[in-house]
């Protein structure tokens, strides 16, 4: 009976030693493996690992896409407007033991990180305007800020850790220096540019009076190009008519000389004849009116036909 609680103390710290044996990676995890401050090893496959119980210790780094939102800053254009971003960067930890030693973890990254992206921010959109700021080419202006970003990170020396000595400073600053923080910026995004409250009335109201220019500008030019296509409107019509009416001319001249010469033709094969149709149709035009009165002596030559004979 006396060796029964050393029994179930000797099983209880084989427990604790084999459960501090023992830890899991998950798939979206990497784990590196430290002794006593030294990184032995970097863990980036998922499953039950194993480790020396009680001086190894394990830090685990997220594998996905990480995310943080840099705090609004004013910033000055190319054209010098001033305005307030708040950007957003995406990274993924490329190097775990790199990102251990420079920055510890995550929130270390945050604030470290920081003073580079706008830095980046700063010298990227202080060669664009404010217009090309907002329109499609902020594309391009953000993929230069990324781009920035990861050369000054891939640089960046890491800063002494609270109770750090010097040489242990010095020795952490020669193992950054090459290597910087042992991410890499995937993407950086600007989720807002708004113009500071004090000056955003005036700069809508003075950009209101430039558009509100330009559409004047599109107007005149517009009623400009209406009285070009008017005017040479205007001029095709009167030369289409114009040249109508000469061919109506010639034709009603041609017609009229055809039917002269029909009628001399006709006049000259039976001359009773053709002066008798022509004494019907001056009847049929002078007396087929109603309302027409002639006062005529017998013996009018114009009233030869109507004569009983």
């Not at 830090?59 to 705090?71: E, G, V, Y």
């Not at 995550?106 to 470290?112: F, K």
């Not at 022509?278 to 009847?283: F, G, H, I, K, T």
């Amino acid at each position: 009976m006396p060796r029964s609680p050393l029994i179930f103390i000797v099983l209880f710290a084989v427990l604790i030693t084999i459960i501090n044996s023992l830890y899991v990676v998950n798939q979206t995890e990497q784990a590196l493996v430290t002794q006593f401050g030294e990184i032995k090893r970097v863990v980036d496959t998922p499953g039950l690992k194993l480790k020396k119980p009680f001086i190894e210790n394990v830090a685990f780094f997220d594998k996905r896409l990480l995310d943080f939102n840099a705090p609004p800053i004013e910033m000055i254009t190319e054209d010098r407007e001033r305005i307030v971003v708040d950007a957003y960067v995406k990274y993924r930890i490329s190097d775990p033991k790199q990102f251990y030693k420079s920055v510890r973890t995550e929130e270390g990254l945050r604030s470290r990180f920081n003073n580079i992206l706008i830095s980046a921010l700063r010298r990227e959109i202080g060669s664009v305007s404010l217009r090309e700021l907002l329109s499609g080419e902020r594309q391009s202006t953000m993929q230069s800020v990324r781009d920035e970003a990861n050369r000054k990170a891939s640089r960046e020396a890491v800063e002494a850790a609270p109770g750090e000595t010097a040489e242990q400073e010095a020795a952490a600053e020669r193992a950054a220096a090459s290597r910087g923080f042992g991410i890499e910026v995937v993407d950086v995004r600007i989720m807002r540019a708004d113009l500071p409250p004090e000056i955003s009335q005036s700069t809508f109201k003075r950009m209101q009076a430039e558009l509100a220019e330009e559409a004047q500008k599109f107007r005149s030019q517009g009623e400009e190009e209406s009285i070009k296509i008017r005017s040479s409107a205007d001029r095709e019509r009167t030369e289409i008519l114009a040249e109508a009416e000469r061919k109506a001319q010639i034709i009603r001249g041609e017609g009229d000389g055809e039917a002269g010469r029909i009628y001399a033709s006709a006049f000259s094969r039976d001359p009773v004849f053709f002066d008798f149709y022509r004494s019907m149709q001056a009847y049929r035009e002078t007396l087929g009116k109603s309302d027409t009165t002639l006062v005529l002596s017998p013996d009018n030559e114009f009233l030869r036909y109507l004569e009983k004979r």
